[in-house]
């Protein structure tokens, strides 16, 4: 007795899994060196996901990112950000252990602007902490330009991400401001 496989619903199985992970379909995946490579999340492999696979891998990095914060398990951190924890586990990979706790760092690369050298400058760090670090000085120039307080940029005096000092001259934060080069609807629109 031979055993026969049911390609049609293996298929549909595959596709099924691809569109949790944002794809269209499973040969979206294949045609960028199949779900290993797509694992692996090199820049170039980044660089060619559909925009629907990238918002479901934005999506998952807040997830893990809520995860850390709250201290809550990845089915409700999923489940709150309209994710599959099958989509959040694919994504970030070891920053997930199989009880489904997120671990305190990971190296998952992320793409992000910063503010150096008196001009926004895209990025990319392996890391949640280069990101965080990323995130709170643009946090502490939105708060510096709204109050006028020089006390929320010093936390930042001397630290780099990804090799660039970030930028807390207040006068130079201020002249960016006012010619337009501080977009942070923009920015943060970019980021990922």
Avoid: C
Avoid at 27 to 39: L, T
Avoid at 143 to 164: D, I, M, Q, S, Y
């Amino acid at each position: 007795m031979t055993n026969t496989r049911d390609h049609g619903s293996e298929y549909q199985r595959r596709d099924a899994r691809a569109q949790e992970l944002g794809f269209r379909n499973y040969y979206e995946i294949r045609k960028r060196g199949g779900v290993q490579e797509v694992a692996k999340q090199s820049g170039s492999i980044l660089a060619s996901l559909p925009e629907s696979a990238r918002r479901t891998r934005q999506a998952v990095l807040e997830v893990l990112s809520v995860m850390r914060r709250e201290r809550i398990p990845l089915a409700r951190a999923a489940r709150r950000a309209g994710v599959s924890p099958t989509a959040v586990r694919f994504w970030a990979g070891d920053a997930v252990d199989p009880k489904g706790v997120a671990a305190p760092s990971d190296r998952l690369l992320r793409h992000l602007l910063i503010i150096s050298h008196g001009q926004t400058t895209p990025v990319s760090v392996r890391g949640n902490r280069q990101a965080a670090l990323a995130s709170a000085h643009l946090q502490a120039v939105s708060k510096f330009l709204e109050t006028g307080e020089v006390r929320h940029l010093a936390p930042f005096e001397g630290k780099k991400v990804a090799r660039h000092l970030l930028e807390t001259d207040p006068d130079v934060l201020e002249s960016m401001a006012l010619s337009g080069g501080l977009q942070f609807e923009d920015i943060y629109s970019l980021v990922g």
